[in-house]
């Protein structure tokens, strides 16, 4: 199994201000590289195994393609954007890792980027 590089971010201590937020667009999860949520993960397989949630990896890969390209405008995952990478943040964090996990490559979210601090 490849490796996974997983990242904390902590928006308090790396970023300013919001530079605003965009979405529904689709990005590519090789640029997904962590999430916002504190944990002890060192990767993406260890922090999937951590979720509470795993009844939703019965689906067949092709399922959750579309669940992470076609989802409803209404539910459509967090992602914050920052020096040209993107982390979860808030709703879809469960569907993101799975995604990237099974090793899809693009998912349709609210993208709501930020600047480094001066």
């Not at 928006?11 to 919001?18: A, G, H, P, V, W």
């Not at 916002?36 to 990767?43: L, N, V, Y």
């Not at 260890?46 to 979720?51: A, I, K, Q």
Request: charged share 25%; with cysteine.
């Amino acid at each position: 199994m490849r490796e996974l590089p997983f990242q904390e971010f902590f928006l308090n201590d790396i970023c300013k201000d919001s530079v605003g937020q965009t979405g529904p667009d689709t990005i590519d999860l090789h640029l997904l590289v962590g999430t916002c949520r504190s944990t002890r993960a060192i990767d993406w397989i260890e922090y999937m195994g951590s979720l509470h949630k795993m009844t939703n990896f019965k689906h067949r890969p092709e399922t959750y393609q579309d669940i992470l390209i076609s989802p409803p405008d209404n539910d459509l995952p967090s992602v914050i954007y920052f020096n040209g990478h993107y982390y979860i943040d808030g709703g879809g964090n469960h569907r993101l890792t799975i995604g990237k996990c099974m090793g899809i490559t693009r998912a349709k979210v609210y993208i709501e980027s930020y600047k480094a601090k001066p």
